[in-house]
């Protein structure tokens, strides 16, 4: 019998993804784990294996195309077979076996109650089976507005809430239905003003600054390009505005629209750490297996301050009623990759040393740059870092990662004279520049972390001794 091959599960983020090759040829013959085909998601590059042995025959589709995780797009089996898929996408409507629980006993006196009715509280009045929470969280539903079906009407089971997706749905851009699921937003209740009622990208970036602010949002909306008058210039060249151009182009935008930036700048004496790093990469390198670098212990010095500094560690409430102080500190360093700009992410970066963060950073950096990074490593940040000192750079404003408070950026390291106890000294000096959104913090306090940091950088002693 036949094996489908479908495009497995990348994470728990990944959606869908674009086609980009095969690597072998119809009807070639693989064994299992083989690599067969390649695939792009919107922030790396993945290679699927075969999940059987066999002839592979091709589904029908074709390079760049996008497909839904799970899709089955070819077969392995025999030579003189066709592509004859059992379905055409993997199912996953069943609970894992560790999920379900055996019937308990009935008390005496009482009915014993059905094993298939597990019943979970959504709210003191709502009740949902896992399914259809599970259905509700991925599609941003209130479950208080799903009519239960289940349990003689007070239980809200996965059908309802297909049924209410069905009768409320509409009608919706790929990329505004990408950024609603993301920003867990029902698109039940947005106004969509494209063509035909179609809700567009404009639409439900409204409704998110109007749910973050508490109300309608304030200021004039963004016009939409049809009223900005374009001359007739000569184009050189065309390149579609998407992957990770498109997501950089909605977050940016998302971040300056919805976050009160303020920056605060200061230079920071870094010779110091400079003559640390010089002897750590004479004395570590070889042991550790890479050159420390200023990105890891700048990183290291940022992710133990923060843990003196909590309110900086911090992000809104998803329903923008409430700062949430966050437990870990997530470490996010932007990365150039000829993808575009990525933020791979150092988890629990305030329980390491030295060593591990820097060796965590540079396997991060080298699968950011080769493409072939895991979408779990570049989420969940709760702080970002961004040098561009190695450009030249001395300061720049960087753009807030949300839903982050705060980001960092490091200029370049520069010889500079200034007065050191009265005497005119040639010392490394770095700018360090600090944006945050003064809605969830004020400036005297962010300017107490940023004077923090800038201590342990002049004295790393204190860090990494």
Known sequence: MAVDLFIPKMGQTVEEVTLINWLIKEGDKVAFGDPVLEVETDKAIFTVEANGKGYVHFGPFEKGQVVPVLTVVGTIGKQDETFAPSVSVISTDEEPAEEKKAPQAAAPGEAAQPAEAPVEAVSTKVFASPRAKKLADAKGVDLSKVPPTGGEGVRVVESDVVAYLEKTAKSATPIAAKLASEMNLDLSGVIGTGPKG???????????RQRMAGGPAAGPATPA???????PN???ERKPL????RIIFDRMGLSDQLTARVTLVTEADVTELVRFRDK???????AWGFKPGY???????????????????ARLSQDGTQIEWLEDVNLGFAADTDRGLLVPVVKQADRMDLQ????????????????????DDLVGGTFTITNLGGYGVDAFTPVINLPELAILGLGRIQDKLVPVNGVAEIRKMMTLSLVFDHRLVDGAPAARFLEAVKNLLEYPIMIFV
């Open 198 to 208: 179609a809700i567009t990208r404009e639409d439900v970036e409204k409704a998110i």
């Open 225 to 231: 390009l049809g009223e900005i008058a374009y001359t």
């Open 234 to 236: 000569a184009v050189l």
């Open 242 to 245: 998407a992957g990770v151009r």
């Open 280 to 286: 750590l990469k004479a004395e570590k390198a070889e």
């Open 295 to 313: 990105n890891e212990m700048i990183g290291l010095i940022v992710a133990k301050t923060l843990k003196n500094f909590p309110y900086m560690n």
């Open 356 to 375: 591990a963060l820097g060796s965590r950073f540079h396997a991060l950096a080298e699968g950011a740059k080769s493409g072939r990074i895991s979408p």
